[in-house]
């Protein structure tokens, strides 16, 4: 009997010892894995999700919830260890004895009932903690990205208490689920312990076992007791990281809504890109952004799109991007409807240049070539000097490899606007959406950019948002959205002498423009 216990324990071990290597083997990848089925089902979602849901809840659920949920996979693979070791234990002790055996799962039933109540307390707490550090972070991402408005108000100390009443949440909070957990082992203990004694009592006094059976008995759970505590600790612990994981869920189960796009190939633009009978409303908003929109762009025009804030402009150009759909009506290329187009060929013909240039914590270069992996060094050169971006660029310490920090932070606008119009000269795109931001810039910034964008819009059909009426000189034609609807349209000089809203626009701004020439 005693080899016999013996073989058993030694299997045991080697059987630890394998789960454990196996555990460690793929926890690693399992990670990565999460992370970047994440990401990618992140990615294929509809851009209202985005516009609707913080920056640091995205970072959150990527990393802190997909490590969440490899702890919880891996105190699952411990637990699932331990019930099997466990249940060659109870075997042993059924064969010892089969009354004394009933008794210990008493004591375990009971055990289990009082760590599922700490587990209820542990999942709240969970829950806690994960919406606390999605406003800490929150909270961190805002200063870092306004600090010069922070610096500027010299509200520092106010940020700090912020941070501060955040931190002692989050401090609250462990503090509660280190006194749960606590709470678990005392109790657990406790009833195992107060049970154990009286299994000894009944069986000597009770069911007159041998000292000989009673101590290899007692000795078998002495080595059940333990992993019982495990199987405990493993549901407590699980029950918590699984608390700390909401939003990861809906993400790799892909039940965020996209957008479905077709398969049908167009490798070139060749006619138009109409707008017909458009109609659309943000989820949520009361009255619709663009309503009755038909318009008809053709190819190697120049179109601007003026009015004031709000009227439809931007989500005009978004439409046309088709980082979502019409309400109402559609959108079609070519005669061919947008959506049923291939992805990659829409991306390939329609690009963007936006009022606030987007640029990546990376190298100038890598800026350039953002949607271009590809392309040659001599082609990004090419690139930047179109874009009259060659003098800041040769003056920069690591020229073309330099890193632009966040957002391209170390650039001015007007140098973010020309590398923003490097990248879409590189890309080639024969349809270009331009969200003019000169407004922002000096003279000679200005007209540097200007420059950049006339070349651009050489044999390209250009959709200008535009800002100011003197860069739309040129354009092919001018419309004007009031209210999401077209009010008129027609050339400048057609507008102007009509002396309607754009003749207004174009007043105020005149008015505006020589009342600080005057001062």
Known sequence: LVLGIACVLLLALAFKRGVFLVSASIYAPLMRDLRVRALTSLLEAHAFHFYRTPSAATVHALEDE?????????????????????????????????????????????RYMVAGAFMRRLRELGREFADLRVREKSLLGAVHQGIDTVKAYATEGWETARFSALADGIRANALAVARAQSGATFYEGLIGDGLLCGVVYL????????????????????????KISQINDARVRIAEYLSRVNTLPEILEGRLPGLAWGKTRKPKFERDLVFEGVRFSYPGAGAPALEGIDLVVRRGETLALVGESGSGKSTLARLALRLFDPTEG?????????????????????????????????????????????????????????????????????????RLGERGVTLSGGQRQRVSIARAFLRGSPILILDEATSAMDSETE??????????????????????????????????????????????DELLARGGLFKRYHDLQQSAVGGKSGA
């Open 447 to 492: 007209r540097l950019v200007q420059e950049a964008v006339e070349d651009l819009s050489k044999e390209r059909t250009m959709i200008v948002i535009a800002h100011r009426f003197s860069t739309i000189r040129r354009a092919d034609r001018v419309v004007v959205l009031d209210k999401g609807r077209i009010a008129e349209q027609g050339t400048w």
């Open 66 to 110: 997909v490590e969440h949920l490899g702890q919880a996979l891996n105190f699952l693979v411990t637990l699932a260890a331990t019930a099997l070791a466990s249940a060659v234990l109870v075997a042993l002790m059924l064969a010892l004895s089969w009354r004394l055996t009933l008794l210990v799962a008493v004591i375990a039933a009971a």
């Open 203 to 226: 069986a000597v006094a009770r069911f007159g076992l041998s000292g000989a059976v009673l101590l290899t008995f007692l000795f078998v759970v002495s080595r059940l007791v333990p």
């Open 330 to 402: 559609r959108v079609l290329a070519d005669g061919l409807p947008v959506p049923e187009l291939a992805r990659e060929d829409w991306a390939r013909l329609v690009g963007v240049v936006s009022q606030d240039a987007f640029l990546f914590d990376d190298t100038l270069e890598a800026n350039v070539r953002y949607g271009s992996p590809d392309a040659a060094p001599e082609k990004v050169r090419e690139a930047l000097r179109r874009a009259r971006a060659e003098d800041f660029v040769s003056a920069l310490p690591d020229k073309e490899r330099t």
